[in-house]
């Protein structure tokens, strides 16, 4: 199978920072190809998969300009910054940045939800995570949030694809989740799409988000997943994930509301405290940067 004559689109996370939001919303753009599976993990745990079952997830692409992986944790893994940067010299990378402390905290609950977690200070001191097929030799990626793995990541990034890299603040998508859409478009080339009319400001993936299950274990199984992909058409397999992804939604709208422990949380402050302030002096002149450190032209207001 030959590489596909498309340009490449990858969101490479960071784990936590709205890229199941992204999935949901950029599906819909009509110059965007996105598969069934959202997180492809195709440069990171499947790497040795190959190519060629890479490109299996984009065989239905028509007319569209991008394809797009979005997998969260290429944000932990050096490896697949290289990887990226390897496949293609035309490829496009967006990043959102949170606040460090925030991201080990919220992940840290995430995963609580599928495995039994050790003491949040054991886990940011180094943790293993599953991030490709269990029988692959790069399946796992053992690394230490403690140690500035997220924000050594990104700086790899940037050197690696500079004006080809855009990076959001986080705390701007939870103010705007529009604007930041729209800078997506910008920064890619694509004819615009979204208007505040056409899209789902809808919170799917937060840690008090409603828990299905049944449906959960479904859409991880890889030989479902694969069968749908192949099996049905492209709009029917968008608005299966669709109606799953709002199905997931908080009762209430409070996906930032503190769910941990006082100790937790005075714990990640304290050992995150330098890369906070390091992530905070990043966005302090403009909330969408490029990866040379310059701020992305955009006319709207960042409000």
Same mark, same amino acid.
């Given at each position: 199978m030959t590489k596909n004559k498309n340009k490449l689109f990858v969101i490479a996370g960071?784990?936590?920072s709205g890229t199941t939001f992204m999935y949901h919303n950029l599906q819909k753009h009509p110059q965007l190809f996105l598969p069934f599976r959202k997180e492809i993990g195709y440069f990171g745990g499947n790497y040795e998969r190959g190519e060629r079952w890479f490109q299996k997830h984009f065989q239905k692409i028509k007319t569209e300009k991008y394809y797009v992986d979005i997998t969260p944790d290429y944000a932990l893994n050096q490896e697949a910054v290289h990887r990226i940067k390897d496949y293609s010299d035309d490829v496009f990378v967006v990043l959102g940045i949170r606040k460090p402390s925030e991201v080990a905290l919220s992940l840290y609950y995430q995963l609580s939800f599928s495995e039994k977690m050790p003491p949040f200070k054991d886990f940011v001191n180094r943790y293993t995570f599953l991030i490709g097929w269990k029988k692959l030799k790069g399946a796992y990626l053992s690394v230490s949030l403690k140690e500035g793995v997220l924000l050594e990541t990104m700086k790899i990034y940037q050197k690696s694809f500079t004006d080809q890299l855009l990076l959001y603040d986080y705390e701007l998508f939870k103010k705007n989740t529009f604007i930041v859409l729209t800078a997506i478009e910008i920064f890619l080339g694509v004819d615009p799409y979204f208007t505040r009319d056409n899209y789902d400001d809808i919170i799917i993936n937060a840690n008090n988000r409603n828990t299905l299950?049944?449906?959960?274990? @479904? &859409?991880?199984?890889?030989?479902?997943?694969s069968l749908i992909g192949k099996m049905l058409p492209r709009n029917i397999v968008h608005l299966i994930r669709a109606y799953f992804d709002k199905a997931r939604q908080p009762v209430e709208r409070a996906a930032y509301k503190p769910i941990y422990s006082e100790e937790e949380f005075a714990c990640a402050n304290e050992l995150f405290s330098e890369q906070d302030a390091e992530y905070q002096s990043m966005?302090?002149?403009?909330? @969408? &940067?490029?990866?040379?450190?310059?701020p992305f032209g955009f006319k709207q207001k960042y409000s």
């Amino acid at each position: 199978m030959t590489k596909n004559k498309n340009k490449l689109f990858v969101i490479a996370g960071m784990p936590r920072s709205g890229t199941t939001f992204m999935y949901h919303n950029l599906q819909k753009h009509p110059q965007l190809f996105l598969p069934f599976r959202k997180e492809i993990g195709y440069f990171g745990g499947n790497y040795e998969r190959g190519e060629r079952w890479f490109q299996k997830h984009f065989q239905k692409i028509k007319t569209e300009k991008y394809y797009v992986d979005i997998t969260p944790d290429y944000a932990l893994n050096q490896e697949a910054v290289h990887r990226i940067k390897d496949y293609s010299d035309d490829v496009f990378v967006v990043l959102g940045i949170r606040k460090p402390s925030e991201v080990a905290l919220s992940l840290y609950y995430q995963l609580s939800f599928s495995e039994k977690m050790p003491p949040f200070k054991d886990f940011v001191n180094r943790y293993t995570f599953l991030i490709g097929w269990k029988k692959l030799k790069g399946a796992y990626l053992s690394v230490s949030l403690k140690e500035g793995v997220l924000l050594e990541t990104m700086k790899i990034y940037q050197k690696s694809f500079t004006d080809q890299l855009l990076l959001y603040d986080y705390e701007l998508f939870k103010k705007n989740t529009f604007i930041v859409l729209t800078a997506i478009e910008i920064f890619l080339g694509v004819d615009p799409y979204f208007t505040r009319d056409n899209y789902d400001d809808i919170i799917i993936n937060a840690n008090n988000r409603n828990t299905l299950p049944y449906t959960e274990v @479904l &859409i991880r199984n890889e030989i479902l997943v694969s069968l749908i992909g192949k099996m049905l058409p492209r709009n029917i397999v968008h608005l299966i994930r669709a109606y799953f992804d709002k199905a997931r939604q908080p009762v209430e709208r409070a996906a930032y509301k503190p769910i941990y422990s006082e100790e937790e949380f005075a714990c990640a402050n304290e050992l995150f405290s330098e890369q906070d302030a390091e992530y905070q002096s990043m966005f302090s002149d403009s909330k @969408l &940067i490029l990866g040379s450190g310059y701020p992305f032209g955009f006319k709207q207001k960042y409000s």
